[in-house]
């Protein structure tokens, strides 16, 4: 499956949630979709998920257009966090309405989580606990096996251990049945190791889309007496710096070269990797 994304806006009256959007998806790798709130996360993800039309540009799921596409959206299972207050039907019968509805289901696996998120059967979903009712949520999700998978923040009731259980299920999951995964997050120091690829949205505009490797090998820190780092880092993208005394820190976004490490070392500076998380931190701070 290839996802594409072709110079997509959208508007709400005179606002623009999203500005000229493109970039493609592959198969069988895990993206981490970031951005502060009102970013215009979720407004991209309910696009992609055909819950509305683009006012400009357009998508392509495997050379076709999703929205209204029975055949194409029976492929995308978008999975976000819902209110059930309303849904007074079992745990059972929620995964098999999504297994009669999905050509992908596998009863078996889904029957492994159930077990795994400890999942009562028989109770009504809207007298589940928050946790219990996101488990179930990425149980149908992650049991679905859609080629393409988006989980827009449906794990935030989970406490940390069942989160954990969720991420370790994304990471054997994907590589036994490969498919393309979204995960729209704020928990970024949490899940980074889950992503192959990053994108980053601000302000509706996509900023950053890079494999995880290449995206951290360019946010450095450069620490040592404050002279010779204003010197080293003179030319540089410097995403923030922190002073105590004749000591200097600063956060620059550029993938150094050897010889660069090499001369860091020489003039006495200290050169340490960035995480992700700060990463996306100063890269989305309004100026």
Do not use: C, W
């Not at 745990?91 to 989580?113: G, S, T």
């Not at 159930?114 to 949520?137: C, E, T, W, Y």
């Amino acid at each position: 499956m290839k996802v594409e994304v072709k110079n997509l806006s959208l508007k709400y009256n005179d606002f623009e949630a999203l500005k000229n959007i493109s970039f493609e998806l592959e198969n069988g790798k895990t993206y981490g979709l970031l951005g502060r709130n009102g970013a215009g996360k979720t407004s991209l993800l309910s696009l992609i998920a055909s819950f509305r039309e683009p006012t400009e540009g357009k998508i392509l799921i495997d050379g076709e257009e999703p929205f209204e596409n029975a055949k194409i959206m029976q492929q995308v299972a978008f999975v976000y966090e819902k209110d059930y207050k309303d849904e007074t039907g079992t745990v059972k019968e929620m995964l098999q309405i999504a297994e009669y509805y999905r050509p992908n289901f596998d009863k078996e696996y889904a029957n492994y989580l159930i077990d795994r998120f400890h999942l009562p059967l028989k109770k009504p979903v809207n007298k589940l606990s928050k946790g219990m009712q996101s488990a179930m949520s990425v149980t149908i999700g992650l049991a679905s096996r859609a080629p393409f998978t988006i989980f827009d923040e449906a794990y935030l009731g989970m406490d940390a251990p069942t989160r954990e259980m969720f991420y370790k299920e994304i990471l054997a999951d994907q590589e036994k049945n490969p498919r393309i995964i979204i995960l729209s997050t704020h928990l970024v120091s949490e899940m980074d190791y889950l992503f192959d690829e990053v994108l980053i949205i601000k302000n509706g505009k996509l900023i950053v889309q890079e494999e995880y490797e290449d995206l951290i090998s360019k946010g450095v820190s450069i620490t040592g007496e404050s002279r010779v780092v204003d010197e080293f880092t003179s030319g540089m993208k410097i995403l923030n710096e922190q002073q105590l005394g004749n000591t200097k820190s600063v956060m620059v976004y550029e993938k150094l070269l050897e010889k660069q490490r090499y001369d860091a070392e020489r003039l006495g500076l200290d050169v340490g990797p960035i995480p992700l998380q700060d990463l996306f931190i100063h890269l989305t701070e309004e100026v």
